[in-house]
């Protein structure tokens, strides 16, 4: 690990000041649980450390609007418990499904989202694109845990557990400078580059994610199903996170989002065009989850997701709907 300078301020001011204009100039230090690795890893080397864990305007969880305020440093621990948190169930199984009780201590809401690929190609210092010698790694590479949709270049899975199930409920980011603030929805949020310069998420270097708003959870029937290889320490294989309203027995709105298939949150339109207007059955539920992978391109080693996915949407309506 590199020497760096460490900045420990205790007001979102002092935080924001102590920024700079690009990621190697200073990084946010929140849980630790991913930055650290990095440094360590030699993937990230910031020149300052800026420790946002002290700042109490970045904390708590509360009403906002009808809604409901998650600030940016609570942690995977405190939404577990919160009893607000229990309205949105997509929101807290994603949170259980981090099994550690030592990551969701440290683990940061903010930190979830801004956490940066867990690709082992970028994490051993190929860049966020996986390149060797111009030529791409990932599609004939070792790829069985990469993306299943978008085509690249970017072929490294969105690693945010709370990611799919913020965008199924309509939730939206506060992101604040030291000159600026502004609100983006949480769809907009993640995003797939298209070269080495481009970051993943939209976040500027002198930006702190503040706080995530959650809409009235009233009259909306939401889940999240996680598929993994082990119940401990790992990450999902495909994750479904669904919100729907239903009137008079029948779908009237749904959302449907796939997780841990593409470089962002993969939003599933063609199962959400066909959920509208029916009734949740094992049927339909089935049938949605095969238009959820509509389009998927699977690579050499990672076409087992495809069916991952499926089980996925249909398992997550089906909860959803009460009918698991």
Known sequence: MQAF?????????EALKSLGSSWDEAQVLAGGTDIISLMKDDVAAPKRLVNIKNVKELGGIAPH???????????????????AVRTYPAIRTAVLGVASPQIRNMGTAGGDLCQRPRCWYYRAGFGLLAT???QPLVPNGENRYHAIFGGGPAYFVSPSSLGPALIALGAKLTLESASDKRTVDAAKFFLAPGSETEREID???NEIVTGILLPAAAGEKSATYEI??????????VTASVALKISGGKVS??????????PMPWVAVAAEQYLLGKAISEATAEEAGAEAVKGAQPLSQNAYKVQLAKVAVKRALLAAAGKA
């Open 203 to 205: 976040l500027k270097p």
């Open 228 to 237: 993994r290889e082990r119940e401990m320490l790992d990450w999902p294989l």
């Open 132 to 134: 060797k010698d111009g």
């Open 65 to 83: 609007a009808g809604g409901l305020r998650i600030g940016a440093t609570a942690t995977f621990d405190e939404l577990a418990t919160n009893a």
């Open 5 to 13: 300078e460490y900045a420990n301020p205790a007001t979102l001011a």
């Open 253 to 262: 709105s749904a959302r449907v989002v796939l997780g841990h298939v593409a």
